[in-house]
């Protein structure tokens, strides 16, 4: 009964860790990393999706907008099993498709709409914070296992 409760709960169920760069360069094609599973029972994975997320702020205070943009994606499919304190190790490449915005795009026109571009990002509190999020689908478990990690992207 008690294992049922755990395992609905997702307690002593697989754990994830993403193992990626810090700081990419936009004109990257990919991001490269490793995924590493662990669990504490053995558990089956059936598939693993790894998402990069942009989260756009704008404004300041009560006028500020957040959205948040999937840039990219990539499902893999597995049935993997998982031992009691076995940890596996999946590469991947996630490929990068970054969306610019009217004034990213203006600002790479030349050197002065670059600099004007800045100053009008700055003055308007635009900000951009990117994250990668693994989520892996257990067989076992009512709950899928899921991590994420910030990452700069320059």
Not at 42 to 70: D, F, H, M, S, V
């Amino acid at each position: 009964m008690i294992k049922k409760i755990k395992d609905i709960l997702g307690i002593e169920g697989v754990k994830l860790e993403l193992i990626i760069p810090e700081q990419i360069k936009t004109e990257q094609d990919y991001l490269e990393g490793r995924l590493l599973l662990s669990s504490q029972s053995p558990k089956t994975i059936t598939g693993i999706t790894i998402k990069l997320i942009e989260k756009y702020q704008r404004g300041r205070k009560e006028e500020a907008l957040i959205n948040e943009y999937l840039l990219s994606s990539m499902n893999i499919d597995v049935n993997l099993s998982l031992d009691k304190d076995n940890t596996e190790d999946l590469k991947f490449k996630l490929p990068l498709s970054l969306l610019l915005s009217e004034m990213d795009q203006f600002g790479k026109k030349n050197f002065i709409a670059g600099s004007l571009a800045s100053i009008a990002k700055k003055l308007k509190n635009v900000k951009s914070y990117y994250r990668v999020e693994a989520i892996a689908e257990v067989k076992e478990s009512a709950l899928d296992a899921l991590t994420k990690k910030p990452i700069e992207i320059t």
